[in-house]
């Protein structure tokens, strides 16, 4: 199975589409948490103007770009609903661009690495609040397989997480569905 470098930058696009119409509501702001999923907002939204918060269309992500008080973890999250959600403009909000290159769930896989925290833990820069940016964010290099490859990871993935047996299944099954996934892409 072949593998191809790419910048995420070049694959990736940045989206500053604000609510600026007012077209969604309080219902629909969404803050990210460490365990990388959307949650309801913590913050008193009374009397917030909403026209400043940043739209995250379904197979979006949103990231806080600050790290510190992490604990060691990115705050990003993927939009896998049919929702469109808004988040605070402190958020960076981008999408796959290169579908035919990139699987946005593949992507959110890789975001769900300890590595990645890792690496943008090291990659974040200031003293008293550091901060992964875009710029850093875009500079990542990815090495990835086939679309094809990646897609068929992502439904390895999916449902080893629909199956609720344990992590002693998955541990037991992974190899064997990996495996394959890897031989039937190079026929």
């Known amino acids: 199975m072949a593998l ?23 219902d629909d702001v969404k803050g990210a948490s460490i365990r990388k999923i959307f949650i309801e907002t913590k913050a008193n939204m009374s009397g917030v103007s ?37 988040v605070s ?23 769900n690495r300890p590595e990645f925290d890792r690496y943008s833990r090291y990659h974040s820069w200031g003293s008293a609040r550091e901060v992964f940016s875009w710029n850093e964010m875009c500079a990542i290099e990815i090495n ?20 609720n047996n344990g992590t002693e299944d998955i541990a037991e099954i992974c190899p064997i569905l990996i495996k394959g996934a890897i031989e039937e892409g190079g026929k």
Do not use: C, W
Request: hydrophobic share 40%; glycine share 2%; charged share 20%.
């Open 144 to 163: 990835l397989p086939s679309i094809d490859i990646q897609r068929k990871y992502v439904a390895v993935f999916k449902a080893l997480l629909a199956n």
């Open 89 to 111: 403009s402190s958020y960076i909000v981008f999408y796959v661009s290169s579908t035919e290159i990139l699987d946005s769930d593949f992507l959110f896989m890789y975001f």
């Open 50 to 86: 909403l026209t400043p918060y940043l739209v995250v269309k379904p197979d979006y992500f949103a990231y806080v770009p600050v790290t510190s008080r992490n604990g060691n973890k990115i705050t990003i999250a993927h939009n896998e609903t049919n929702n469109t959600y808004i």
């Open 4 to 26: 191809t470098k790419y910048k995420l930058g070049d694959l990736i696009t940045l989206s500053e589409e604000k609510n600026s119409e007012n077209k969604y509501g309080i």
